[in-house]
């Protein structure tokens, strides 16, 4: 039995199946969060859940894939964050092969990984094409505090991506983790690339 | 997203004209906005955006869009022309505060560049039905299985919005709270969303085996149901519009 590489291309049928589904749970996350009126978006819960069910290159094509979505039927303006959302998939998965959802204490560290590197790739974006700002109320004033001081533009920006991001992303991928951890076995062994069994 | 996409039906030369040149025209009428800064360009390209809006009679169809980038453009007004790096001139004073002009022209080019992204998107998403769009991608060499994963979500989110509904009731009706302090609602989060999870999750078992006893794995070659392409003046379209993105970015580099 030959152990897959986690970049393999061959999808499953049950892996690109397990996109659209994803999709659907990013998108009842933040349904739910805005229904319990959540300080958070918790929009991407389904992209985290299926990089680390199904690998990062699933997670990746289910983030680009979902905001590419969100463009046609909620706000065109997510369209530009496709390669953010993209990387969040890429780097959980990626994390989660090498073992980093192994217990919570590991999960919540690759929630901060995942909420730093959100940041960062979606400064540049922020500063090409809306001058900074994330459109987060908080992190805007933040922004503009810090350009009023004579900040640096992009060290302002990016620290209103990371007072939007880190918290959101650390609350998603920790409940992506126990959503996760609590699937029964004969759900996981579907997606697993480890092992033959059960595989569609 | 309740009522699916944003897509209008109407008749008009906008609707016929080919999903990959509105596609195409998207990516050069947002670079031609951001390659330039120039305010009248900007706003030339913005005219002619809502121009295309109103020949496909889909212009009031495009307010709720814009509506949801206000928060974003209300933020860029307030936060580029207040806070400016390069704030120097001051323009006028409102009381004690002053409002410098470059921060104020520089939100006024932002502002111009993010509504005709958002209308430029509007002129796809408006006007071409995502069948025909994923359709033509087919046809260009984009792989099927993406082009089902693509509609498919179109179909399952309606289903998914519908099962919440029942989830919610279900669970408050076993003592669920959904009302009261930070803590209480955050409790709730997880026994709401976990139960959608667990289902489609086990849907995805039952709709890949259905999916594989219908060739969806199958390697020969795909055909359409429908072979014949109705839509009209792709190839000029494509040659214009590639022509005024070469046009702009020597202008860019010549001038």
Known sequence: MTKKSMWSLKFSTAALV????????????????????LPLW??????????????PIIGALTGIINNIIYGFTASPVSFVYAITSGVIGLVVGIMAYRGWIASIGRALVLGLVVGVI?????????????????????????????????????????ADSLAVDVPDKVATVIIGFLIFRNLPKNLTHMYDRRSEIDRL | MKNGTFYVEKASIVHN???????????????ITYMLSNQPVVSGVLA????????????????????????????????QGFF??????????IGSVPIYKEGFSYALLLTLRVLNMVCAFGVLILTTKPDDLVQSLIRKGMSPKIGYVLLSVLQILPQMIAATGKITDAQRARGMETEGGLSTRVKSFIPLLTPVVLNSINDTRDRSIA????????????????????FKYGFVIKILLAASLAAVIAWRIFI
């Open chain 1, 42 to 55: 918790l929009d991407s819960i389904g992209t985290v859940l299926s990089s680390m069910l199904a690998g």
């Open chain 1, 18 to 37: 397990l996109i659209p589904a994803a999709i659907g749970i990013n998108y009842l996350g933040k349904l739910f969060a805005e229904l319990l009126r």
């Open chain 2, 48 to 79: 002619f955006t809502l121009l295309l809006l109103l020949l496909g009679k889909v212009l009031h169809n495009v307010l709720p869009i814009i509506g949801l980038s206000l928060v974003l453009i209300f933020s860029i007004i307030v936060v």
């Open chain 2, 211 to 230: 999916l594989e006893i219908r060739g969806f794995n199958s390697t020969s070659e795909r055909t359409f149901l429908h072979e014949t392409n109705h």
């Open chain 2, 84 to 93: 400016h790096p390069d704030r120097s001139t001051v323009w006028f004073t």
């Open chain 2, 17 to 31: 004209v080919d999903p990959l040149s509105k596609l195409l025209f998207v990516f050069v009428s947002v670079a």
């Open chain 1, 118 to 158: 959100a940041a960062t790739v979606s400064t540049p974006l922020n500063i090409l094409f809306w001058g900074g700002q994330t459109g987060n109320i908080w992190g805007d004033a933040l922004f503009a505090t810090m350009i009023a001081h004579d900040l640096p533009l992009w060290f302002a920006s990016f």
